[in-house]
């Protein structure tokens, strides 16, 4: 098993995690998760991007040009012999003795691995329980940050209550998943939560906007209420891991259950062409 640290792919029992790292302390760091189909990264282009304005908007600099950083993903898949998986990475701010107040003269961290990965078919087909909390996240969730307690007590408290993923509102507003994104369909229109400072914009997202636009379905990235998610005639998520995946049914601070829909399908087989023409 190869791990990435720094520009190197290193046997994992030689890796060495400095105490004071400082994702270690204050979880000071970013990261992408990205897909890997027959062996191939999906989307690179686009996680490499959002890793640089993650970086940038935490004033931390990429110690790597985005070639490397590719060609470092590429070794990885293959000393693992990655078919279908995923690939993680995270930057660090880097190593300092702990002290809130960061210096700028320190090396970022760079270190990832890889994990096989299939697509869960059954929820792709049947649909996924949910449980709708509250979003106590910080307001900067734009940045895709190591930083997760908010997602990953929301996660914990869905699972507790049978359900694989949480949804989140904030102000009678519905935000996003724990891990993804959501979209709903009311009267043959597809709404979903702009891309703010309120939102992680999901890969999965933006591919699954541009596919919408492609087969001319209409679609608004413009917030949703509580209400309208209950109304709604079909509900999705998006995210690297489960792709398009449709929801079935809600509880928690909202109950309703929804039977799998039109556009929902015609999207999972539009992401299902696009990501196989990419390969
Ligand atoms: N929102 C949040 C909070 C997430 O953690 C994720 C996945 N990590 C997503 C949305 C989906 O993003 P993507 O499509 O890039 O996986």
């Known amino acids: 098993d190869y791990v990435l640290y720094q520009n190197r792919i290193i046997p994992k029992?030689?890796?060495h995690i400095d105490m004071d790292d400082r994702g270690y302390n204050f979880g000071d760091g970013i990261y992408e998760?990205?897909?890997?189909?027959?062996?191939?990264?999906?989307?690179?282009?686009?996680?490499?991007?959002?890793l640089q304005h993650s970086a940038s908007e935490l004033d931390m600099t990429v110690?790597?040009?985005?070639?490397?950083?590719?060609?470092?993903?590429y070794d990885l898949i293959q000393k693992n012999e990655i078919n279908s998986g995923m690939i993680y990475f995270q930057l660090t701010r880097g190593i300092?003795?702990?002290?809130?107040?960061?210096?700028?003269?320190?090396?970022?961290?760079?270190?990832?691995?890889?994990?096989?990965?299939?697509t869960n078919v059954e929820w792709q087909q049947?649909?996924?329980?949910?449980?709708?909390?509250?979003?106590?996240?910080?307001?900067?969730?734009?940045?895709?940050?190591?930083?997760?307690?908010?997602?990953?007590?929301a996660k914990r408290e869905a699972s507790d209550n049978n359900c694989h993923e949480a949804l989140?509102?904030?102000?009678?507003?519905?935000t996003e998943g724990s891990s993804s994104n959501l979209f709903?369909?009311?009267?043959?229109?597809?709404?979903?939560h702009p891309s703010t400072n309120l939102i992680l914009n999901g890969i999965t997202?933006?591919?699954?906007?541009?596919?919408?636009?492609?087969?001319?379905?209409t679609i608004k990235e413009k917030p949703f209420t509580l209400e309208e998610l209950k109304q709604a005639d079909e509900v999705f998520i998006t995210s690297t891991t489960m792709e398009v995946t449709p929801v079935r049914s809600i509880k928690g601070d909202l109950t309703a259950s929804y039977s799998i829909g039109p556009w929902t399908r015609k999207l999972q087989h539009a992401f299902t062409d696009y990501r196989k023409k990419q390969q």
Not at 36 to 48: Q, R, S, T
Not at 96 to 118: A, M, T, W
Not at 168 to 174: A, I, N, S
Not at 184 to 192: C, F, G, L, N, S
């Open 13 to 15: 029992n030689e890796l």
């Open 33 to 50: 998760v990205v897909r890997v189909y027959n062996g191939i990264p999906f989307a690179m282009d686009e996680h490499l991007d959002r």
């Open 63 to 73: 110690p790597y040009s985005m070639e490397t950083i590719e060609k470092l993903v």
């Open 96 to 118: 300092q003795p702990r002290n809130h107040l960061y210096s700028r003269d320190i090396e970022p961290v760079l270190s990832g691995f890889s994990k096989p990965l299939e």
């Open 126 to 153: 049947n649909g996924l329980d949910t449980w709708m909390t509250k979003d106590i996240r910080w307001l900067r969730c734009d940045i895709k940050t190591i930083n997760l307690l908010g997602n990953i007590m």
């Open 168 to 174: 989140q509102h904030r102000e009678g507003l519905v």
């Open 184 to 192: 709903i369909v009311k009267d043959d229109v597809i709404y979903t």
């Open 205 to 217: 997202r933006r591919i699954t906007i541009r596919l919408a636009y492609q087969i001319e379905a």
